[in-house]
């Protein structure tokens, strides 16, 4: 088992001046497998994930993917985020390029490819989040919902072992949702090894192998989506899915 894990957390601590963030996370995910971190606003889940790919620098603790410990002084994290997608709840698309030229920049500069190579991967992915008759169009010309599918295109494009998903569809108009959580579902089905955090709880329900819930920068629970999400052990769980699942009610 060892050999599948492809992230691997340890006594992970993220500080921002006296605000204690992230408190001594434990994590291992392995290789295909799509964990859902789900939690309250402030509960330290976008803030552990960006401690994965480094976009913010713990305080204490290891972080190691796909073999390399990334918080390593001595790591090329340039080199280390290679590996990993990023995906965020903003786009971050580039206004100035259409859609081929948002997909091509990234490996024609970091991976060195040649324009054709470039291109004939862009368009693979852009077939697979079904947008491929939208490849001349720029971002300003596209729906959200586009733009964010777009956005996890040009991840794939530089082929990642890991896909890091901040809350996705959390910018989005809910009519545009559905087509982003369904490329998120074919990426899993492809056995795509995923790390999401989402306030969608159905799909978290039906997509996720394992589903943690956060509070306070401690992972409060964490099992199969069956178990966290519909027979919670913890209070702090139940209370928070009842806040979610059904809102305006008390909870007890």
Avoid at 146 to 162: F, G, H
């Amino acid at each position: 088992m060892a050999d599948d894990v492809v992230i691997s957390i340890r006594d992970l601590h993220k500080s921002f001046g006296s605000n204690e963030v992230l408190r001594g996370i434990d994590l291992d995910v392995v290789r295909g497998e799509v964990v859902c971190i789900i939690g309250p606003s402030g509960s330290g889940k976008s803030t552990l994930l960006r401690c994965v790919n480094l976009l913010e620098v713990p305080s204490g603790g290891t972080v190691t993917v796909d073999g390399t410990e990334i918080t390593d002084p001595d790591c090329e994290i340039d080199d280390a985020r290679r590996t990993m997608g990023m995906v965020f709840q903003q786009f971050n698309l580039f206004t100035n390029l259409d859609v081929l030229g948002n997909l091509t920049i990234a490996p024609r500069r970091v991976l060195r490819r040649n324009r054709a190579h470039a291109e004939e991967i862009a368009r693979a992915n852009l077939a697979r989040v079904g947008l491929s008759e939208k490849e001349s169009s720029f971002p300003g010309q596209l729906s959200g919902g586009q733009q964010q599918r777009v956005a996890i295109a040009r991840a794939l494009t530089m082929e990642p072992t890991v896909m890091l998903f901040d809350e996705p569809t959390s910018a989005l108009d809910p009519e545009l949702v559905g087509d982003v959580l369904d490329v998120m579902r074919s990426l899993a089905e492809e056995g795509m090894t995923m790390l999401v955090v989402t306030h969608e709880i159905q799909f978290a329900r039906e997509v996720a192998d394992r589903v943690l819930f956060i509070d306070g920068g401690v992972i409060v629970e964490q099992g199969r989506p069956e178990a966290v999400i519909t027979d919670p052990q913890q209070e702090r769980t139940r209370n928070f899915l009842a806040r979610v699942l059904h809102p305006g009610q008390k909870t007890a």
